[in-house]
């Protein structure tokens, strides 16, 4: 008898992200009447490996950390997911994740399978030395199974291009030679790609305007509201307001939120930012140009565009019939909840899913893993074009789909993803009953 891949299918977890996913994974199933074998094969992961990594602490004593790297699926291409190193990472998280990358990698027609992974461990509490010790480490450990044409890490949550950095040195000295293509995200002396730190942020904006025209509005003049000036937040901000002339009318962080219903003065604020300490909002517009409010009054702002880009869970069905924006472009993973979701469709506000609307990231991170391959480098501006092409005609993709279905652009998305690793899984014959 043939031994399941594992004991617990993904079907049966706890985690509520992976619950939310597999739900709309499912309807997206019924709706494209696909085999139930290929549903039972896309249900599971393809590959877990779980890792106790040892090293020595900075006083000379042991200590131990739990890791993971989990493949969903490589029936498009090498898995490609993130690395995160937080204290509540577990193998269920790590699981939903790694499916939500096959998942994002299909809705955008990028080249590669899904893969997420982690260490259980609070970084803040290691010094610079311990944090390349368990980099190094776990990378060492998980090499078996990793590599630029089988699983591709990148950064994620508390790490960044210096991890990276470590990870490729290690698997690099293990093969012999220099494979900048082992890892994406990496610092640009070292394969990595220019406009990757702006990537994100560029795709929303790009989202934004290809929503805001499919309604026939003029993206010069919109008036957007943003939660959160982080990575994602500042350069969707910046971009909407110097390239398409949006109004952005305010922004948010953990320190404070501020508003101007005549538009906030973006330079004024990056200023600030660059300059205070921890690079918050705080202590910004005492000269009471601007007011104070809090993150929940700034998600129910009258806007035309609500871009929520700071943390999961954000609108729920606590206050999702008081948000007044008509777009809601999803910056930040998982900010809507399935509640939310439907009060929205009620009344009438389209979301463009984080699934879409945040992955310019990764599609900048496929162009670091081509030039890698090719050891041949693009200027900015070709970064930039090729991932407004992409960004665009995905965003018409989902659109046609969405459409001619008669869903939403969420379920759009998910229809075309899961189409997608479906009809590779059936063509490659997986189960094909000759294998
Ligand atoms: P970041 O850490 O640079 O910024 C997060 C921002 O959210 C900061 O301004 C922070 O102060 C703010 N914030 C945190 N907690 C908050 C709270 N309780 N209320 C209000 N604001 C709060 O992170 P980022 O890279 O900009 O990522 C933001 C979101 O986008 C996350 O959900 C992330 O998973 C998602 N995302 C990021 C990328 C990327 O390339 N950076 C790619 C895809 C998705």
Redesign the pocket.
Known sequence: MATPIQDKPLAETQNSMLATTLSLFDSAFERLELDEGIAAIMRQTETEMAVTIPIVGDDGKIMTFKGYRVQHSSARGPSKGGIRYHPDVDIEEVRALAMLMTLKCAGVNLPFGGAKGGISVNPAQLSMHELERLTRRFAKMIAPILGGKRDIPAPDMNTNEQTMAWFMDEISSRQGYYSPEITTGKPIILGGSEGRTEA?GRGVAIATVEMLRKQGRDPEGARVVI???????YYAANILADEYGCQILAV???SDAIYNPNGLDLPSINDHVLRSPGHLLQGYGQNGDVDHIT?AELLTLEADVLIP????NQITEKNAAQIKAQIIVE???GPTTYKADAILQDNGVVVVPDILA?AG?VIVSYFEWVQDLQFFFWDIDEVRARLHKKMSQSFEEAWTMAETRGVDLRSGVYLLAVDRVAKAIQKRGFVSSGS
């Open positions: 994100t939660q959160g000036y982080g990575n994602v937040a948010s962080d953990v993150n880009a700071a943390i999961e910056g930040a993973n945040n990231g």
